[in-house]
């Protein structure tokens, strides 16, 4: 009898499995029922810049892939110049000047199945740009300004940096004194000037070059990038740039910019033309 109830219960349970394997699982069931319109795209990530030249073109893309995807893009107080052919990346001119100061570049994303994103919108600060009538020469003179890092390490400049024309690159002199003398401790005997790339586009390149020799004999290098403004009533220069000691071996700004300079890792000469 004990046999008999165990094979019923072996033939139930059979017959409860046989069942199940005939019908679909829940994955099973939802595959069967997606619809390629179900997906809702958003245009997850972009890469670009959040500030611009007047005149100047950049470039823009989306940061990421979907198969089937297009992407379109439009612009406010911009021109799209071109759009690559898989449409994530586009090329924007900004030659005009927004009343609000702001241009606007908005991308959208369409699906294979042809459902379409809301607009994920860059908002870009445009500056003027006023170009050297003169080349570098337009440079050349006498600045005063700041000089340094930091809420206690921002120093004075009166006149006291001075630029002039090395072949085909802007010499700057007179950087970095009171900084070196101050926070430092030593004093700038021989060099104190670099030299510096003005690029057409406002922006300037300082490669690593010998900057220079202090009163404990102590060499020291420099590098930096900054940019140029030749609008308004006379021109101006900001440079990011740090020093390199050495002896160390390390770069200044680098090492004791947490602790000194509000967590930056650079110094700022930031100077208008006198």
Known sequence: MKNKIMACIAFFLAAVLLLASCGK????????????TDVIPVVISTSGPTQALQTFSYDFAVSYSRSGSTWAWS??????????????????????????????VKVTETTIAGVTSAEKILKVKVFPFCPLTNGLADLVGTWSGTDGQGPDYIYDVTSSV??????????????????????????????????VTVNP?????????????????????????????????????KINYDIYYKDGPYWLAARYGANYFGGKTYLTLNIKMD
């Not at 699982?25 to 390629?36: C, F, G, L, T």
């Not at 300037?204 to 403004?229: H, M, N, S, V």
């Open 75 to 104: 612009v406010v107080d911009a021109t799209v110049q071109t759009v690559s052919e898989d449409t994530k990346k586009a090329s924007v001119l900004f030659n005009v000047l927004p009343a609000g100061d702001t241009a606007l």
């Open 25 to 36: 699982s829940y994955i099973e069931e939802n595959q069967d029922a997606y619809k390629p």
């Open 201 to 237: 586009n406002g922006t300037l390149d300082i490669p690593q070059q010998a900057f220079c020799r202090t009163d404990w004999d102590a060499d020291y290098e420099i590098k930096g990038t900054g940019t140029w403004d030749n609008c308004g009533s006379s021109p101006t220069l």
């Open 162 to 195: 001075t630029t002039t024309v090395s072949g085909t690159k802007l010499s700057v002199a007179g950087a970095n004194v009171a900084f070196m003398a101050d926070f430092w401790g030593e004093n700038i005997v021989s060099g104190g000037s670099f030299l």
